[in-house]
């Protein structure tokens, strides 16, 4: 079959691992007779340089005509001013919502031959594997009024925090129906006690957990998720949680798995285009030294094919392969050992 891909490498880090992503979507394709048609494209930083502007319009009509988006990494120490008037996570906030991918999925297994590499103690690591469901076009992100002014004499600055009901109906139906492939269990976090978008949020879950009585509801509070995924991690299966709380658990979350670099994520919405990429920043201090660890974005391209291509099989085997050349000892950097970016990519290759 014959798919459109485009690539977005970004900054920093991002054109190494992408580059890597792409010798795997090429070894795939030539195993199983796919035609995978790539167009790369300027995002982030090098796209303000270039363009003076973090997405060009030409860049997400081509996102928005392909079948999927591989991504890298945004963002860097040149483009921190807070004045400045376009940023490069802006171009990534605009590349979410253009494409509309309301859920993000950030899948968090931990490889027993890397728990030493965790700060968490190898029994409370064992049977880890958690996917967090983010809402990614709705709450502080995106709510309107955003901004700052003068009032009474002071100086303000303004985020909204707001949700509509179906932006919660459909990214919560999502994790159920996710959950129904794993162990039937969801926990909705929120801040019901104190915000009242959390209630309106509560208020969903529970009847989208009405209409699917298979699957086990729980209701936590984001302080005490953030507690329980250091103190219980195992315990947990699908998670579900607003834009803003989901940022900042899966950051935490990712800790378990050893290094950020392992792990991968994908944005879907109501099409098929789906947007994939690492999980883990653009990495300044190590940009240009080809000592990324590729497999965060490796396994991105799992759940492409999977998600975007449905190519099921297709992904296992690219799953499979990152498992056994962990097992193997095969290691860069971030995770105790010598092996370049490429290393890392052809070993893992060498096993698909
Ligand atoms: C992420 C990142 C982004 C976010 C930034 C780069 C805008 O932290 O994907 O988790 O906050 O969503
Ligand atoms: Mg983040």
Aim: proline share 4%; charged share 25%.
């Amino acid at each position: 079959m014959t798919f459109k891909i485009t690539l977005l490498p970004g900054d920093g880090i991002g054109p190494e691992v992408v580059a890597e992503a792409v010798r795997v979507l090429d070894f795939i394709a030539s195993k199983y007779n796919h035609t995978f048609n790539f167009t790369e494209r300027l995002m982030g930083g090098c796209s303000i340089d270039k363009y003076n502007s973090s997405l060009t319009d030409e860049t997400l009509a081509d996102c928005q005509s392909a079948d999927a988006v591989l991504l890298g990494a945004v963002g860097g120490p040149k483009w921190d001013d807070p004045a400045a008037k376009d940023r490069p996570e802006r171009g990534l906030l605009a590349l979410r919502k253009g494409l509309g991918v309301f859920a993000n999925l950030r899948p968090v297994k931990v490889h027993p031959a890397l728990m030493e590499w965790s700060p968490l103690k190898p029994e409370k690591l064992q049977g880890v594997d958690i996917l967090v469901v983010r809402e990614l076009t709705g709450g502080l992100y995106f709510g309107w009024p955003k901004g700052r002014d003068i009032k009474d004499g002071r100086e303000r600055a303004v985020d909204t925090l707001e949700y509509y009901d179906y932006e919660i109906k459909r990214v919560m139906e999502l994790a159920f129906k996710l959950a129904k492939g794993r162990r039937k269990k969801v926990t909705s976090v929120d801040k019901a006690n104190v915000l009242e978008s959390s209630r309106l949020w509560r208020q969903i879950a529970t009847e989208v957990g009405a209409e699917n009585k298979d699957v086990e509801l729980e209701h936590m509070l984001v302080d005490t998720t953030s507690m329980r995924l250091i103190t219980d991690p195992a315990w947990m299966d699908v998670v579900v949680t607003e834009n803003m709380f989901g940022d900042i658990l899966t950051d935490e979350a990712s800790i378990l798995a050893g290094s950020m670099g392992m792990l991968p994520s994908a944005s879907l919405g109501e099409s098929t285009v789906g947007l994939f990429e690492p999980i883990h920043g653009s990495a300044p201090d190590i940009a240009g030294k080809g000592i990324a660890n590729p497999i965060g974005t490796i396994l991105s391209t799992a759940m492409l094919l999977r998600h975007s291509l449905k190519l099921e099989a297709e992904a296992v085997v690219i799953e499979k392969a990152v498992e056994q050349t962990i097992t193997a000892g095969a290691r860069t950097t971030d995770i105790g050992g010598k092996l370049t970016t490429r290393q890392m990519a052809d070993e893992i290759i060498k096993r698909i």
